[in-house]
């Protein structure tokens, strides 16, 4: 984004990479993005650092999905920038496994769970 000028980007799509390299392209992108309507984002994996950013970002949720391909599970994240003054902060299992996903009931989001607690350190 270094070679954009200030409030120049509309909308945003950033997919096929983690979470937290998302996160940081965003991060380091803030200054350019003053007329964001809209961003769309596909973690491979570590959707809730996505999720925090836009929400200590005062973005909210819009969209969620999951798609499965090949084996492997994508979340698909959209975003748009808070209108009114209602900021909602998701739980933390909303934040890990999406508020709306969660509340859709996705088929897929078991094999997400599935995935999720193979990667959680063991408990002692």
């Given at each position: ?23 940081s ?99 002692h």
């Open positions: 984004m270094d070679i954009l000028h200030d409030r120049e980007i509309v909308q945003v799509v950033i997919a096929g990479m983690g979470g937290s390299l998302i996160r392209i965003l991060e380091k992108g803030m200054d350019k993005m003053g007329n964001i309507s809209r961003i769309i984002a596909q973690p491979n994996i570590d959707g809730r650092d996505v999720r925090e950013f836009l929400i200590n970002h005062s973005f909210k949720i819009g969209t969620e999905t999951i798609v499965e391909e090949n084996g492997h599970i994508y979340e698909v994240i959209v975003a748009e920038p808070i209108t009114d003054d209602i900021i909602i902060k998701p739980s933390e299992k909303e934040m890990l496994f999406g508020p709306l996903l969660l509340k859709k009931k996705v088929r897929n989001i078991l094999s997400k769970v599935d995935c999720r607690k193979k990667t959680l350190p063991k408990s």
